[in-house]
Each structure stands twice: as structure tokens, then as C-alpha cells.
Nanobody
Framework: QVQVVESGGGSVQPGGSLRLSCTPS????????MLWYRQAPGKERELVAS??????TDYADSVKGRFTISRDNARKVYLQMNSLKPEDTAIYYC??????????RGQGTQVTVSS
């Protein structure tokens, strides 16, 4: 089965931290990139961070310096989110990019930042 599964969402106060995890299924052998998107109510989906097969990372301007994407030897991908703001509230989706134009998306995990 080809899928990715996210975990680690929750509620946190402004200034707090959360770490999201993304686990690709075993059938996803070597994606060319892993990406985190988010979508807030009434807004378009936004690409938050990505990590290529070679390990290069990229971030949206809105999260630079606060979020860090990484992966471990077991192919799990993480999104460490620090200094969270209310505008970071959204559903966060992990994508595995198998090749250009082909991405597998998880079901998402809710992140809520509120006092």
C-alpha cells in the first residue's frame, strides 16, 4: 500500500513548539522529495517545507528560522516547529513526491496555536 501517515499535531500556546512526523509506507522506496504543506480554513494550500532526496531543504518565507525539516535513517520525516504563531494554525499534510507531478498525500494532522 502506498501511503504516508502524519502524526504529532495538537494544540499549543503562541510561542510553543510541536514536532510533526511523517512515515512513508514501505512501498515508497525512494521519493525524490518529501514535503510539508498546510491549509488553513478559507486559505489555499501552502508549501511549508521540503527536503530533497539529496538532503537539500527549502522553506516558505513565513516559517524560515522557526521550522526545521529533517529525516532519519528510517526514512521518517519530521517538521520541528518552534515559536509558533496563531497564523500557523492549519491542517498539515505530508507529501511524498515520487516523481515530477506525482505526489502521495497523507490525511493530515491538525495544528492549533491559540492562547
Amino acid at each position: 500500500q502506498v501511503q504516508v501517515v502524519e502524526s504529532g499535531g495538537g494544540s499549543v500556546q503562541p510561542g510553543g513548539s510541536l514536532r510533526l512526523s511523517c512515515t512513508p509506507s514501505g512501498s515508497i522506496v525512494s521519493p525524490i522529495a518529501m514535503l510539508w504543506y498546510r491549509q488553513a480554513p478559507g486559505k489555499e494550500r501552502e508549501l511549508v517545507a521540503s527536503i530533497s532526496k539529496e538532503g537539500s531543504t527549502d522553506y516558505a518565507d513565513s516559517v524560515k528560522g522557526r521550522f526545521t525539516i529533517s529525516r532519519d535513517n528510517a526514512r521518517k520525516v519530521y517538521l520541528q516547529m518552534n515559536s509558533l504563531k496563531p497564523e500557523d494554525t492549519a491542517i498539515y499534510y505530508c507529501h511524498a513526491r515520487l516523481r515530477a507531478g506525482i505526489e502521495i498525500r497523507g490525511q493530515g494532522t491538525q495544528v492549533t496555536v491559540s492562547s
